[in-house]
């Protein structure tokens, strides 16, 4: 097996490039630069690769919306404040159905923040962030291995469900060297074609691909159709990750590298006997709402830990079983909390009546 | 000199009177009945089947025209 | 026998025109059909539509066609034209799309002496909203959004997009023309074939500005409007080529 170690935001470029990808347009901002500029070195080896640094997140994500409209594996990443200005060009590539791979390696906000990690987009990501009430899937990786299997498996379900897909990361990612593996690479020419695509109007009327319906009969039609495609996805692509969690009397539900921290957290307690376990979404949508509801038929309490102010929070809230109490641990800003701090919540939470041991 | 004439679909046209402008054998005119949308459509002044027509098939009407409304023949 | 001489462009569909009588729109879109038809390029041309009036060119141009965020044409069609090089691609944008919200994406694509072909259609107002004022718009002009006309210290210079775009290192072809008069039509032609024949050559970037007349928004009559053109927008906004760099960029 061959092991790399390596900087995540190197990962996620190198990952790309073995899905298929051969068109990249993006934007200089911390604390995802490492990428960009791994692309646009790992592209200058390959024939017919394009690397855009475009004159802003605005131009790269429509840029993008004409690469994809010709039926090509397309990225982009940023950082929050970039990820807003992409919004736009999100709905449009939402409504259009064109696939689109978009990397967030998020930072402290809200405005211009700061360039350490956090979990505070979350909602923009989840709840379709530009206007128009689309759905985007989204990945939240928590470590290098997972980079590598997310950012191929965003380009997978990208072209198969024909909808942008957000990797969710942070800075404490994209900075992080872990070992990873690589797969085997995919040579973009025996990808299956794209019958939707704009190939030229050889021996055809000229095809449209836009998201302008102004008789609203048809716009209300799209918009079932939409529906029913998101359906489709929460059907059949949740994904979650439960660790030790057969035996638990808590779990600490995180996402991403609060989860990391979390886990050391666990282990810790776990030696001074308290029974804690993770539960954690690797889908943030679609959320694994089914998933928890189960758990928590078993387990009745939750100890939401993210790094913003409460967001996945509404989302297992909204997932628990009845009468399950939900506690929460917020560290927005751009603190990474140790394992200790998590593991003293936790600890602290042990004290209560009814998770004391009889 | 060429002789030539034109077609005017008179349901495409909107009256905007370029033509009429454009034509420099002054071969067309406003109509004063309504076409189907509501405009006074251009038409063109000869008949078709006549030899002494001035129209010499010059396009010069079919070239300003906006609406691609009208068709010019030449012999 | 007589034969015709003058007919719909293939690569035109037959819809009647939604623009308004005496609309710049309409023959611009005739000129751009026939041009695909004499280059015989519909099989492997793809256009991008503004946000405007001419929201609609697929509705007439038969090739495919891709829409963009009101500005984002220019980005879109790098983008079309990066991942499918031997595509002709062109973009139809009006005064607010390119010259307003669009500027940014316009400067550095020609910049980037990005391989594609832009339709500026200047018409000196926001045509499709209501007749507001635009980057474009004259001084003393009165518009929805300047009601006592244009004025300089509130509103700002009319903008000169093309001239900017001229000083663009990867820009090859810049040229204004207007489509008052069957001449000005008949240059109008000539400019856009130019400027095709410029990305077919693969020499950078090429753009057509074209004075239109929107009779409605100014509140004249077509003919009126054609006038205001040749004799009032045309000082600010002089028909010239503003940049060709095809006979260098040819020979280097």
Redesign the interface.
């Known amino acids: 097996m061959n092991k790399r170690l390596m900087r995540g935001s190197h990962v996620i470029g190198e990952a790309a490039t073995l899905a298929g990808c051969r068109f990249y347009a993006g934007y200089p901002i911390t604390p995802q630069n490492e990428l960009p500029e791994y692309v646009a070195g790992r592209f200058a080896k390959l024939k017919d690769a394009t690397f855009i640094q475009a004159e802003s997140e605005l131009a790269a994500i429509n840029i993008l919306m004409g690469a994809s409209m010709t039926g090509a594996r397309v990225m982009t990443s940023s950082s929050s404040p970039g990820i807003s200005l992409k919004q736009e060009g999100i709905s449009y590539i939402a409504g259009m159905e064109l696939p689109t791979v978009i990397a967030n390696i998020m930072r402290g906000g809200p405005g211009l923040g700061n360039i350490a990690p956090s979990q505070q987009d979350y909602f923009q990501a989840t709840r379709g962030g530009g206007h128009g009430g689309y759905r985007t899937i989204v990945l939240a990786p928590y470590s290098g291995q997972e980079l590598v299997t997310l950012t191929i498996k965003a380009f997978d379900l990208a072209d198969m469900y024909r909808i942008p897909v957000i990797l969710l990361g942070d800075g404490l990612m994209g900075q992080m060297m872990e070992p990873v593996v690589f797969p085997e690479p995919i040579d973009p020419a025996t990808l299956p074609n794209k019958e939707w695509a704009l190939s030229g109007a050889k021996g055809r009327e000229g095809r449209l691909i836009a998201s302008l319906l102004l008789d609203p009969i048809q716009m209300e039609q799209h918009n079932w159709k939409l529906a029913r495609k998101y359906e489709t996805i929460c059907e059949n692509e949740t994904d979650s990750e439960s660790y030790l969690l057969d035996d638990a009397d808590i779990a600490v539900v995180a996402f991403g590298t609060a989860a990391r921290i979390a886990k050391g957290a666990i282990d810790r307690v776990r030696q001074t006997g308290v029974k804690a376990g993770l539960f954690r979404p690797i889908s943030l949508w679609p959320f694994p709402g089914q998933e928890l509801k189960a758990l928590t038929k078993r387990i009745r309490h939750v100890l939401v830990f993210e790094m913003n102010l409460g967001q996945m929070l509404e989302d297992v809230k909204l997932n628990v079983d009845q009468g399950t109490t939900v506690h929460f641990h917020a560290r927005p800003g751009g603190i990474i909390s140790t394992p200790q701090e998590i593991a003293d919540v936790l600890i602290r939470l042990s004290y209560r009546r009814d998770l004391q041991q009889s | 000199m060429a002789k ?2 034109i077609r005017i679909d008179r ?2 046209c ?5 033509c009429i ?2 034509c420099p054998k002054q071969c067309i005119r406003l109509s004063e009945e309504l076409n189907i949308k509501g ?1 006074h459509p251009a038409e063109y002044t000869e008949a078709e089947s006549r030899n002494d027509r001035d129209c010499t ?1 010059c ?2 009407c ?7 409304a ?6 | 026998m007589a034969k015709q001489v003058f007919a719909r462009p293939e690569s035109l569909k037959d819809n009647i025109f939604h623009y308004c009588p005496g609309c710049g729109h309409s023959i611009i879109h005739r000129l751009v059909a026939e041009i695909i038809d004499e280059f015989g390029i519909r099989d492997k041309t793809v256009g991008v539509p503004p946000a405007g009036c001419a929201v609609l060119a697929y509705n007439y141009l038969n090739v495919d066609m891709g829409e963009a965020p009101h500005g984002r044409a220019v980005a879109v069609a790098t983008g079309l034209k990066r991942a499918r090089p031997d595509f002709i691609v062109f973009t139809y944008q009006g005064d607010g799309d390119l010259a307003a919200i669009g500027t940014s994406e316009a400067i550095h694509a020609a910049n980037r002496g990005e391989n594609i072909t832009v339709i500026f259609v200047n018409n000196g107002v926001y045509g499709m909203t209501g007749g507001q004022m635009a980057p474009t718009t004259l001084l003393g002009q009165t518009t929805t959004t300047t009601p006592g006309g244009r004025e300089q210290v509130r509103d700002g210079y009319p903008l000169d997009l093309s001239q900017m775009l001229g000083i663009a290192a990867g820009s090859v072809y810049i040229e204004r023309t207007s489509v008052t008069s069957p001449k000005n039509v008949q240059k109008t032609k000539k400019a856009l074939k130019k400027a095709f024949q410029v990305q077919i050559d693969q020499l950078g970037f090429s753009l057509v500005e074209i004075l239109s007349p929107c009779p409605t928004n100014w509140k004249v009559s077509e003919i009126e409007a054609c006038k205001r053109i040749d004799e009032l927008v045309a000082k600010s906004y002089p028909l010239k080529v503003i940049k060709d760099l095809t006979q260098e960029k040819a020979q280097g």
Do not use: Q, S
């Open positions: 030539g004439f349901n495409r909107k009256g905007c009177g370029f402008i454009a405009y098939g396009t010069l079919a070239i300003m025209c906006p609406d691609v009208i068709e010019v023949f030449r012999e």
